[in-house]
Protein backbone atom coordinates (compact mmCIF):
# COMPACT_ATOMS: atom_id res chain seq x y z
CA UNK A 1 0.00 0.00 0.00
CA UNK A 2 1.57 3.64 -0.81
CA UNK A 3 0.33 6.21 0.63
CA UNK A 4 1.97 9.23 2.59
CA UNK A 5 3.13 12.30 1.37
CA UNK A 6 4.25 10.95 -2.31
CA UNK A 7 0.27 10.42 -2.84
CA UNK A 8 -0.60 13.34 -1.21
CA UNK A 9 1.37 15.38 -3.76
CA UNK A 10 0.03 13.10 -6.73
CA UNK A 11 -3.26 13.39 -5.90
CA UNK A 12 -3.06 17.47 -5.85
CA UNK A 13 -3.38 17.82 -10.39
CA UNK A 14 -5.32 20.60 -11.48
CA UNK A 15 -3.43 23.34 -9.92
CA UNK A 16 -5.43 22.50 -6.80
CA UNK A 17 -3.73 24.30 -3.19
CA UNK A 18 -1.93 21.05 -1.25
CA UNK A 19 -3.13 21.61 2.33
CA UNK A 20 -0.77 23.23 4.59
CA UNK A 21 0.95 19.94 6.66
CA UNK A 22 0.12 20.43 9.89
CA UNK A 23 3.54 20.16 12.56
CA UNK A 24 4.75 21.66 15.65
CA UNK A 25 6.65 24.52 13.55
CA UNK A 26 3.74 25.71 11.45
CA UNK A 27 1.83 25.72 15.12
CA UNK A 28 4.44 27.82 16.59
CA UNK A 29 4.29 29.77 13.31
CA UNK A 30 0.78 30.00 13.02
CA UNK A 31 0.81 31.35 16.84
CA UNK A 32 3.09 34.06 16.01
CA UNK A 33 1.28 35.36 13.20
CA UNK A 34 -2.06 34.89 15.00
CA UNK A 35 -3.74 34.36 11.40
CA UNK A 36 -6.54 32.17 10.34
CA UNK A 37 -5.80 28.87 10.08
CA UNK A 38 -7.43 27.47 6.01
CA UNK A 39 -10.71 25.52 6.21
CA UNK A 40 -9.86 21.98 6.57
CA UNK A 41 -11.73 21.12 3.37
CA UNK A 42 -13.81 22.71 0.42
CA UNK A 43 -17.58 23.14 -0.50
CA UNK A 44 -17.40 22.27 -4.15
CA UNK A 45 -20.09 22.12 -6.45
CA UNK A 46 -22.35 19.47 -7.19
CA UNK A 47 -21.57 17.85 -10.06
CA UNK A 48 -23.56 16.17 -12.71
CA UNK A 49 -21.47 13.21 -13.04
CA UNK A 50 -19.18 11.25 -10.66
CA UNK A 51 -17.31 7.87 -11.18
CA UNK A 52 -18.95 7.28 -7.77
CA UNK A 53 -21.13 8.31 -5.25
CA UNK A 54 -20.46 7.47 -1.82
CA UNK A 55 -23.88 7.84 0.21
CA UNK A 56 -22.86 8.80 4.02
CA UNK A 57 -20.24 11.14 5.24
CA UNK A 58 -19.36 9.88 8.53
CA UNK A 59 -15.92 7.63 9.32
CA UNK A 60 -16.87 4.59 6.67
CA UNK A 61 -17.81 6.60 3.82
CA UNK A 62 -15.27 8.64 4.31
CA UNK A 63 -12.34 6.27 4.16
CA UNK A 64 -14.40 4.90 1.27
CA UNK A 65 -13.41 7.90 -0.77
CA UNK A 66 -9.65 8.54 0.61
CA UNK A 67 -8.91 4.92 0.05
CA UNK A 68 -10.22 5.18 -3.20
CA UNK A 69 -8.11 8.33 -4.36
CA UNK A 70 -5.09 7.21 -2.73
CA UNK A 71 -4.87 3.53 -3.44
CA UNK A 72 -6.38 3.31 -6.88
CA UNK A 73 -6.02 7.04 -7.95
CA UNK A 74 -10.02 7.34 -8.40
CA UNK A 75 -10.56 10.62 -7.29
CA UNK A 76 -13.81 11.87 -9.36
CA UNK A 77 -15.54 10.65 -6.61
CA UNK A 78 -18.67 12.46 -4.11
CA UNK A 79 -19.44 11.53 -0.60
CA UNK A 80 -23.34 12.77 0.10
CA UNK A 81 -24.43 13.45 3.62
CA UNK A 82 -27.55 14.35 4.27
CA UNK A 83 -26.77 16.09 7.82
CA UNK A 84 -22.88 17.62 8.14
CA UNK A 85 -19.70 15.13 7.81
CA UNK A 86 -19.49 12.80 10.88
CA UNK A 87 -23.01 13.33 12.71
CA UNK A 88 -24.40 10.10 12.51
CA UNK A 89 -22.27 6.76 14.49
CA UNK A 90 -19.35 8.63 13.56
CA UNK A 91 -19.96 11.13 16.05
CA UNK A 92 -22.08 9.18 18.69
CA UNK A 93 -20.06 6.13 19.48
CA UNK A 94 -18.06 5.66 22.82
CA UNK A 95 -14.44 5.59 20.42
CA UNK A 96 -13.45 2.33 21.52
CA UNK A 97 -11.17 0.07 19.45
CA UNK A 98 -10.29 -3.44 19.74
CA UNK A 99 -9.50 -6.41 17.84
CA UNK A 100 -10.48 -9.02 20.44
CA UNK A 101 -13.51 -10.78 18.66
CA UNK A 102 -14.76 -14.45 18.57
CA UNK A 103 -14.43 -15.82 14.84
CA UNK A 104 -11.35 -15.88 12.69
CA UNK A 105 -13.07 -14.11 10.15
CA UNK A 106 -13.60 -11.06 12.42
CA UNK A 107 -9.96 -11.05 14.32
CA UNK A 108 -8.09 -10.68 11.00
CA UNK A 109 -11.02 -8.34 9.80
CA UNK A 110 -10.60 -5.95 13.13
CA UNK A 111 -6.94 -6.71 13.82
CA UNK A 112 -6.50 -5.00 10.38
CA UNK A 113 -8.36 -1.99 11.09
CA UNK A 114 -6.46 -1.54 14.08
CA UNK A 115 -3.45 -1.44 12.65
CA UNK A 116 -4.68 1.48 10.19
CA UNK A 117 -5.35 3.58 13.20
CA UNK A 118 -2.08 2.91 14.95
CA UNK A 119 -0.44 4.82 11.84
CA UNK A 120 -3.47 7.13 10.67
CA UNK A 121 -2.29 10.09 12.41
CA UNK A 122 1.00 10.14 10.08
CA UNK A 123 -0.66 8.31 7.23
CA UNK A 124 -3.30 11.29 7.27
CA UNK A 125 -0.93 13.69 9.00
CA UNK A 126 -3.97 14.62 11.58
CA UNK A 127 -3.61 14.03 15.26
CA UNK A 128 -6.41 10.98 16.04
CA UNK A 129 -5.65 10.77 19.45
CA UNK A 130 -5.37 7.19 19.70
CA UNK A 131 -4.55 6.00 23.23
CA UNK A 132 -3.49 2.49 23.38
CA UNK A 133 -4.36 2.15 27.24
CA UNK A 134 -5.92 -1.52 26.95
CA UNK A 135 -9.20 -2.95 26.66
CA UNK A 136 -10.84 -5.17 28.95
CA UNK A 137 -13.53 -7.62 29.11
CA UNK A 138 -15.27 -8.48 33.03
CA UNK A 139 -16.59 -12.22 32.97
CA UNK A 140 -19.40 -12.09 36.08
CA UNK A 141 -20.33 -16.00 35.12
CA UNK A 142 -19.12 -18.98 34.57
CA UNK A 143 -20.35 -19.08 30.66
CA UNK A 144 -19.32 -15.85 29.93
CA UNK A 145 -15.24 -16.73 31.27
CA UNK A 146 -15.65 -20.08 28.91
CA UNK A 147 -16.31 -17.59 26.09
CA UNK A 148 -13.10 -14.95 27.37
CA UNK A 149 -10.68 -18.34 26.96
CA UNK A 150 -12.40 -19.66 23.53
CA UNK A 151 -11.90 -15.56 22.26
CA UNK A 152 -8.68 -15.43 24.21
CA UNK A 153 -7.34 -18.63 22.11
CA UNK A 154 -8.71 -17.10 18.51
CA UNK A 155 -7.05 -14.08 19.41
CA UNK A 156 -3.50 -15.73 20.34
CA UNK A 157 -4.17 -17.83 16.72
CA UNK A 158 -4.30 -14.81 14.52
CA UNK A 159 -1.80 -12.79 16.50
CA UNK A 160 -3.52 -10.62 18.64
CA UNK A 161 -2.72 -10.12 21.88
CA UNK A 162 -4.77 -10.99 24.24
CA UNK A 163 -4.99 -13.41 27.48
CA UNK A 164 -7.64 -14.05 30.25
CA UNK A 165 -6.49 -12.51 33.79
CA UNK A 166 -7.41 -13.51 37.52
CA UNK A 167 -9.41 -10.67 40.33
CA UNK A 168 -6.20 -10.15 41.81
CA UNK A 169 -4.92 -8.87 38.32
CA UNK A 170 -7.72 -6.91 37.51
CA UNK A 171 -7.87 -5.20 40.92
CA UNK A 172 -4.13 -4.45 39.96
CA UNK A 173 -4.85 -2.77 36.41
CA UNK A 174 -8.48 -1.18 37.62
CA UNK A 175 -8.00 -0.68 41.44
CA UNK A 176 -11.42 1.05 41.67
CA UNK A 177 -13.44 -1.83 40.62
CA UNK A 178 -15.15 -3.61 43.04
CA UNK A 179 -13.42 -7.49 42.64
CA UNK A 180 -15.22 -8.61 46.23
CA UNK A 181 -16.84 -11.62 46.26
CA UNK A 182 -19.98 -9.73 47.80
CA UNK A 183 -21.35 -8.12 45.20
CA UNK A 184 -24.73 -9.24 43.12
CA UNK A 185 -22.39 -9.96 40.10
CA UNK A 186 -19.30 -11.35 41.48
CA UNK A 187 -16.19 -10.52 38.80
CA UNK A 188 -14.18 -13.95 37.90
CA UNK A 189 -11.77 -12.74 34.99
CA UNK A 190 -11.32 -10.30 32.56
CA UNK A 191 -10.24 -10.91 28.77
CA UNK A 192 -7.35 -8.35 28.53
CA UNK A 193 -6.50 -6.81 25.42
CA UNK A 194 -3.37 -4.58 25.38
CA UNK A 195 -3.44 -3.13 21.96
CA UNK A 196 -7.27 -2.05 22.49
CA UNK A 197 -8.08 1.82 23.49
CA UNK A 198 -9.83 4.87 22.50
CA UNK A 199 -9.36 7.57 20.17
CA UNK A 200 -10.89 10.65 19.34
CA UNK A 201 -13.57 9.49 16.75
CA UNK A 202 -14.34 13.75 14.97
CA UNK A 203 -10.83 13.73 14.69
CA UNK A 204 -10.77 10.50 12.53
CA UNK A 205 -14.06 12.03 10.46
CA UNK A 206 -12.10 15.04 10.00
CA UNK A 207 -8.99 13.67 9.25
CA UNK A 208 -10.16 11.35 6.65
CA UNK A 209 -12.21 14.27 5.33
CA UNK A 210 -9.33 16.66 4.97
CA UNK A 211 -7.22 13.99 3.27
CA UNK A 212 -9.96 13.20 0.91
CA UNK A 213 -10.40 16.60 -0.04
CA UNK A 214 -6.84 16.85 -0.70
CA UNK A 215 -6.84 14.00 -3.13
CA UNK A 216 -10.26 15.99 -5.11
CA UNK A 217 -12.84 13.97 -4.03
CA UNK A 218 -16.00 16.23 -3.42
CA UNK A 219 -17.79 16.47 0.00
CA UNK A 220 -21.36 17.46 -0.09
CA UNK A 221 -23.13 18.19 3.15
CA UNK A 222 -26.82 18.82 3.58
CA UNK A 223 -27.04 16.56 0.55
CA UNK A 224 -30.20 14.07 1.36
CA UNK A 225 -30.34 11.52 -1.68
CA UNK A 226 -33.86 10.73 -2.25
CA UNK A 227 -33.86 8.56 -4.87
CA UNK A 228 -31.34 5.68 -6.48
CA UNK A 229 -31.74 5.44 -10.74
CA UNK A 230 -31.46 2.13 -11.83
CA UNK A 231 -32.07 0.72 -15.36
CA UNK A 232 -31.85 -2.79 -16.62
CA UNK A 233 -30.49 -4.06 -13.01
CA UNK A 234 -27.50 -1.31 -13.27
CA UNK A 235 -27.13 1.85 -11.08
CA UNK A 236 -27.21 4.73 -13.10
CA UNK A 237 -27.62 7.77 -10.96
CA UNK A 238 -28.60 9.16 -7.55
CA UNK A 239 -31.68 11.81 -7.23
CA UNK A 240 -30.48 14.15 -4.34
CA UNK A 241 -31.92 17.46 -2.80
CA UNK A 242 -29.49 19.47 -4.71
CA UNK A 243 -29.78 17.73 -7.92
CA UNK A 244 -29.43 14.73 -9.98
CA UNK A 245 -26.27 12.77 -10.24
CA UNK A 246 -25.39 10.45 -13.01
CA UNK A 247 -23.12 7.63 -11.57
CA UNK A 248 -22.02 3.97 -12.60
CA UNK A 249 -21.27 3.26 -9.10
CA UNK A 250 -23.07 3.71 -5.84
CA UNK A 251 -21.64 2.67 -2.62
CA UNK A 252 -23.88 3.09 0.42
CA UNK A 253 -22.07 3.50 3.48
CA UNK A 254 -24.93 4.51 5.69
CA UNK A 255 -25.58 3.65 9.37
CA UNK A 256 -29.15 4.10 10.76
CA UNK A 257 -30.67 4.57 7.27
CA UNK A 258 -28.64 1.65 5.60
CA UNK A 259 -32.36 -0.20 4.63
CA UNK A 260 -34.21 2.71 3.39
CA UNK A 261 -31.24 3.80 1.23
CA UNK A 262 -30.82 0.41 0.02
CA UNK A 263 -34.89 0.33 -0.83
CA UNK A 264 -34.23 2.80 -3.43
CA UNK A 265 -31.90 0.53 -5.24
CA UNK A 266 -34.45 -2.14 -4.61
CA UNK A 267 -32.15 -4.19 -2.27
CA UNK A 268 -33.46 -6.07 0.38
CA UNK A 269 -31.60 -5.83 3.87
CA UNK A 270 -31.74 -8.60 6.82
CA UNK A 271 -31.53 -5.15 9.14
CA UNK A 272 -33.21 -4.20 12.08
CA UNK A 273 -32.49 -0.41 13.23
CA UNK A 274 -32.04 0.05 17.02
CA UNK A 275 -31.24 2.87 19.14
CA UNK A 276 -28.48 2.72 21.04
CA UNK A 277 -27.46 5.17 23.93
CA UNK A 278 -24.28 6.72 25.85
CA UNK A 279 -23.51 8.82 28.65
CA UNK A 280 -20.67 11.23 29.84
CA UNK A 281 -20.07 12.29 33.39
CA UNK A 282 -18.53 15.62 34.21
CA UNK A 283 -14.67 15.94 33.94
CA UNK A 284 -12.23 14.36 37.15
CA UNK A 285 -8.86 13.53 37.86
CA UNK A 286 -7.30 10.35 35.55
CA UNK A 287 -7.99 7.11 37.72
CA UNK A 288 -9.19 4.71 35.09
CA UNK A 289 -6.41 3.81 33.09
CA UNK A 290 -8.24 1.13 30.67
CA UNK A 291 -11.30 1.09 28.99
CA UNK A 292 -13.76 -1.81 31.18
CA UNK A 293 -16.26 -3.32 29.38
CA UNK A 294 -18.94 -5.80 31.18
CA UNK A 295 -21.48 -8.16 29.28
CA UNK A 296 -23.48 -9.20 31.49
CA UNK A 297 -24.31 -5.66 33.49
CA UNK A 298 -24.54 -3.99 29.59
CA UNK A 299 -22.09 -1.26 30.19
CA UNK A 300 -18.63 -0.30 29.07
CA UNK A 301 -16.80 2.40 30.43
CA UNK A 302 -13.69 5.18 29.55
CA UNK A 303 -12.26 8.02 31.19
CA UNK A 304 -11.55 10.59 27.91
CA UNK A 305 -8.26 12.43 27.73
CA UNK A 306 -10.43 14.97 28.87
CA UNK A 307 -11.12 13.78 31.89
CA UNK A 308 -15.27 12.81 31.88
CA UNK A 309 -16.11 9.10 32.19
CA UNK A 310 -17.38 7.73 28.74
CA UNK A 311 -20.44 5.01 29.53
CA UNK A 312 -22.02 3.27 26.42
CA UNK A 313 -24.69 0.34 26.92
CA UNK A 314 -26.21 -2.27 24.60
CA UNK A 315 -29.01 -1.15 22.28
CA UNK A 316 -32.23 -0.71 23.12
CA UNK A 317 -34.60 -3.55 23.53
CA UNK A 318 -37.15 -2.79 20.81
CA UNK A 319 -36.08 -1.82 16.75
CA UNK A 320 -37.01 2.27 16.57
CA UNK A 321 -35.21 5.52 14.49
CA UNK A 322 -35.55 7.53 17.32
CA UNK A 323 -32.33 9.35 18.87
CA UNK A 324 -34.01 10.42 22.01
CA UNK A 325 -33.04 9.31 25.56
CA UNK A 326 -34.62 8.09 28.18
CA UNK A 327 -34.78 7.99 32.05
CA UNK A 328 -34.94 4.36 32.21
CA UNK A 329 -31.53 3.97 30.34
CA UNK A 330 -29.38 6.36 32.77
CA UNK A 331 -30.87 4.65 35.48
CA UNK A 332 -29.92 1.25 34.99
CA UNK A 333 -26.59 3.04 33.47
CA UNK A 334 -26.05 4.62 37.11
CA UNK A 335 -26.92 1.12 38.53
CA UNK A 336 -24.29 -0.91 36.43
CA UNK A 337 -21.62 1.48 36.61
CA UNK A 338 -22.21 1.86 40.68
CA UNK A 339 -22.56 -2.23 41.01
CA UNK A 340 -18.79 -2.16 39.15
CA UNK A 341 -17.67 1.07 40.93
CA UNK A 342 -19.00 1.54 43.84
CA UNK A 343 -16.27 5.34 44.05
CA UNK A 344 -18.16 7.19 41.04
CA UNK A 345 -21.47 7.58 43.39
CA UNK A 346 -21.38 10.87 43.76
CA UNK A 347 -20.19 12.17 39.84
CA UNK A 348 -22.36 13.89 37.73
CA UNK A 349 -23.56 13.10 34.42
CA UNK A 350 -23.17 16.01 32.11
CA UNK A 351 -25.41 14.05 28.99
CA UNK A 352 -26.88 11.64 27.38
CA UNK A 353 -27.69 10.38 23.26
CA UNK A 354 -28.31 7.62 21.13
CA UNK A 355 -27.45 7.17 17.97
CA UNK A 356 -28.82 3.93 15.49
CA UNK A 357 -27.13 0.40 15.18
CA UNK A 358 -28.10 -1.66 12.16
CA UNK A 359 -28.58 -4.79 13.67
CA UNK A 360 -28.25 -8.16 11.54
CA UNK A 361 -28.92 -11.53 12.44
CA UNK A 362 -25.20 -12.74 13.04
CA UNK A 363 -24.13 -9.46 14.56
CA UNK A 364 -21.27 -8.94 11.38
CA UNK A 365 -21.40 -6.20 8.81
CA UNK A 366 -23.25 -6.87 4.92
CA UNK A 367 -20.22 -5.33 2.33
CA UNK A 368 -19.67 -6.12 -0.72
CA UNK A 369 -21.44 -5.85 -4.19
CA UNK A 370 -25.12 -6.37 -4.41
CA UNK A 371 -27.73 -8.12 -7.10
CA UNK A 372 -28.23 -4.72 -8.63
CA UNK A 373 -24.93 -4.01 -10.82
CA UNK A 374 -22.67 -1.16 -9.39
CA UNK A 375 -24.69 -1.13 -6.08
CA UNK A 376 -22.33 -1.91 -3.13
CA UNK A 377 -23.42 -1.74 0.60
CA UNK A 378 -21.42 -1.28 3.77
CA UNK A 379 -23.94 -1.29 6.27
CA UNK A 380 -24.95 -3.28 9.51
CA UNK A 381 -22.62 -2.53 11.50
CA UNK A 382 -24.48 -2.49 14.57
CA UNK A 383 -22.80 -1.68 17.45
CA UNK A 384 -18.98 -2.13 16.25
CA UNK A 385 -18.83 0.14 13.29
CA UNK A 386 -16.59 2.79 14.42
CA UNK A 387 -13.31 0.26 15.16
CA UNK A 388 -13.99 -0.66 11.86
CA UNK A 389 -13.51 2.56 9.64
CA UNK A 390 -10.22 2.41 7.98
CA UNK A 391 -10.59 -1.32 7.05
CA UNK A 392 -13.77 -0.97 5.48
CA UNK A 393 -13.10 2.34 4.00
CA UNK A 394 -10.07 0.08 2.33
CA UNK A 395 -11.95 -3.10 1.56
CA UNK A 396 -14.83 -0.91 -0.04
CA UNK A 397 -12.23 0.85 -2.46
CA UNK A 398 -10.70 -2.67 -3.35
CA UNK A 399 -14.28 -3.77 -4.08
CA UNK A 400 -15.05 -0.61 -5.99
CA UNK A 401 -12.00 -0.50 -7.93
CA UNK A 402 -11.61 -3.74 -9.13
CA UNK A 403 -15.04 -5.18 -9.31
CA UNK A 404 -15.11 -8.07 -6.41
CA UNK A 405 -14.51 -8.01 -2.79
CA UNK A 406 -11.41 -9.13 -1.22
CA UNK A 407 -10.72 -11.95 0.98
CA UNK A 408 -10.70 -10.15 3.63
CA UNK A 409 -14.68 -9.32 3.30
CA UNK A 410 -15.96 -12.30 1.27
CA UNK A 411 -17.00 -13.90 4.46
CA UNK A 412 -19.71 -10.66 4.57
CA UNK A 413 -21.69 -10.80 1.49
CA UNK A 414 -25.45 -10.30 1.65
CA UNK A 415 -25.51 -13.42 0.34
CA UNK A 416 -24.51 -15.39 3.12
CA UNK A 417 -28.04 -14.61 4.53
CA UNK A 418 -30.16 -17.01 1.65
CA UNK A 419 -27.01 -19.61 1.61
CA UNK A 420 -27.08 -20.06 5.57
CA UNK A 421 -23.46 -19.14 6.32
CA UNK A 422 -23.71 -16.61 9.17
CA UNK A 423 -20.78 -15.89 10.71
CA UNK A 424 -21.59 -15.71 14.04
CA UNK A 425 -20.13 -13.25 16.07
CA UNK A 426 -22.50 -12.73 18.45
CA UNK A 427 -20.39 -13.87 21.32
CA UNK A 428 -18.33 -10.70 21.05
CA UNK A 429 -20.03 -8.47 19.65
CA UNK A 430 -23.73 -8.38 21.18
CA UNK A 431 -22.61 -5.92 24.13
CA UNK A 432 -19.09 -5.85 24.26
CA UNK A 433 -16.75 -2.50 23.33
CA UNK B 1 -41.08 5.91 28.65
CA UNK B 2 -43.27 4.30 26.31
CA UNK B 3 -46.44 2.59 26.92
CA UNK B 4 -47.97 -0.58 24.97
CA UNK B 5 -51.71 -0.71 24.57
CA UNK B 6 -52.13 -4.41 26.06
CA UNK B 7 -55.80 -5.92 24.90
CA UNK B 8 -56.19 -7.75 28.24
CA UNK B 9 -53.84 -5.88 30.73
CA UNK B 10 -54.41 -2.36 29.73
CA UNK B 11 -51.58 0.27 28.70
CA UNK B 12 -48.88 -0.61 30.30
CA UNK B 13 -44.74 0.03 30.19
CA UNK B 14 -43.04 -1.10 27.14
CA UNK B 15 -40.08 -2.52 30.04
CA UNK B 16 -42.50 -5.24 30.54
CA UNK B 17 -42.88 -6.37 27.05
CA UNK B 18 -40.68 -8.33 24.95
CA UNK B 19 -40.57 -6.80 21.76
CA UNK B 20 -40.81 -9.56 18.86
CA UNK B 21 -40.24 -7.31 15.45
CA UNK B 22 -42.04 -6.76 12.72
CA UNK B 23 -45.05 -9.31 11.21
CA UNK B 24 -43.74 -11.04 8.73
CA UNK B 25 -45.78 -13.49 6.37
CA UNK B 26 -45.26 -16.76 6.77
CA UNK B 27 -44.42 -19.33 4.13
CA UNK B 28 -45.84 -22.72 3.05
CA UNK B 29 -44.70 -25.30 4.95
CA UNK B 30 -45.70 -27.66 2.03
CA UNK B 31 -43.68 -25.61 -1.22
CA UNK B 32 -41.15 -22.96 0.39
CA UNK B 33 -37.64 -23.62 -0.49
CA UNK B 34 -34.24 -23.30 1.95
CA UNK B 35 -33.60 -20.02 0.53
CA UNK B 36 -37.61 -18.65 1.16
CA UNK B 37 -37.20 -19.64 4.45
CA UNK B 38 -34.34 -17.96 5.55
CA UNK B 39 -35.43 -14.79 3.99
CA UNK B 40 -38.24 -15.72 6.12
CA UNK B 41 -35.88 -15.77 8.63
CA UNK B 42 -33.54 -13.11 8.68
CA UNK B 43 -34.98 -9.70 5.79
CA UNK B 44 -37.03 -7.20 7.34
CA UNK B 45 -38.59 -3.98 5.70
CA UNK B 46 -37.46 -2.22 8.92
CA UNK B 47 -39.94 0.75 7.79
CA UNK B 48 -39.65 4.03 9.07
CA UNK B 49 -42.84 4.94 9.66
CA UNK B 50 -46.07 2.72 11.10
CA UNK B 51 -45.49 -0.75 11.57
CA UNK B 52 -47.43 -4.35 12.87
CA UNK B 53 -45.19 -5.71 15.08
CA UNK B 54 -45.28 -8.27 17.85
CA UNK B 55 -45.29 -8.09 21.25
CA UNK B 56 -44.89 -10.39 24.16
CA UNK B 57 -46.24 -9.39 27.75
CA UNK B 58 -43.64 -11.26 29.63
CA UNK B 59 -44.13 -9.41 32.97
CA UNK B 60 -47.85 -9.48 32.52
CA UNK B 61 -50.28 -11.22 31.13
CA UNK B 62 -47.87 -13.57 29.16
CA UNK B 63 -49.62 -13.57 25.71
CA UNK B 64 -48.58 -12.28 22.03
CA UNK B 65 -49.83 -8.91 21.29
CA UNK B 66 -50.20 -7.05 18.59
CA UNK B 67 -49.10 -3.51 18.16
CA UNK B 68 -49.18 -0.93 15.45
CA UNK B 69 -46.28 1.66 16.51
CA UNK B 70 -44.76 4.15 14.63
CA UNK B 71 -40.67 3.48 14.74
CA UNK B 72 -39.79 7.10 14.96
CA UNK B 73 -42.07 9.07 17.18
CA UNK B 74 -43.09 5.64 19.16
CA UNK B 75 -46.78 6.37 19.68
CA UNK B 76 -48.54 3.30 19.09
CA UNK B 77 -51.99 1.88 18.50
CA UNK B 78 -53.44 -1.48 19.08
CA UNK B 79 -54.85 -3.15 16.38
CA UNK B 80 -56.45 -6.23 17.67
Known sequence: MSVGNGSHRAGNRNG???PQRYSAFGLFKRGLSRSDWPRVWQERPLKSTYDVVIIGGGVHGLATAYYLAANHGITNVAVLDKGYLGGGGSGRNTAILRSNYLTPEGVRFYDRSLHLYENLASELNFNVMFSQRGHMTLAHNDNSLRTLRWRAEVNKLQGVDSEVIDPAQIKELVPYLDTSTDTRYPI??????PPGGII?????VWGYARAADAHGVHLHQNTEVTGIETADGRV??????KGDISTPVVVNC????????????GVDMPVTTSPLQAAVTEPVK??????????????YVSQTDRGELVFGASVDPFTS???RGSLEFAEGLAGHVLELMPAVSKMRLLRQWAGLCDMTPDYSPIMGPTHVDGFHVDVGWGTYGFKAGPVSGEAMADTVANGRPPEIIAPFGIDRFEMGQLVGEKGAAAVGH | MIQLPCPWCGPRNASEFTHHGE??????????TPEEWRRYLYFRQNANGWVDENWYHTAGCRRFIRVRRHTTSNETEATR
Open chain 1, 254 to 265: TAGWSSLISDMA
Open chain 2, 23 to 32: VTPRPDVGTA
Open chain 1, 286 to 299: PFLGTVVVSGTLHV
Open chain 1, 188 to 193: LGALYH
Open chain 1, 236 to 241: TGVRTT
Open chain 1, 200 to 204: RHDAV
Open chain 1, 16 to 18: KRR
Open chain 1, 321 to 323: YSM
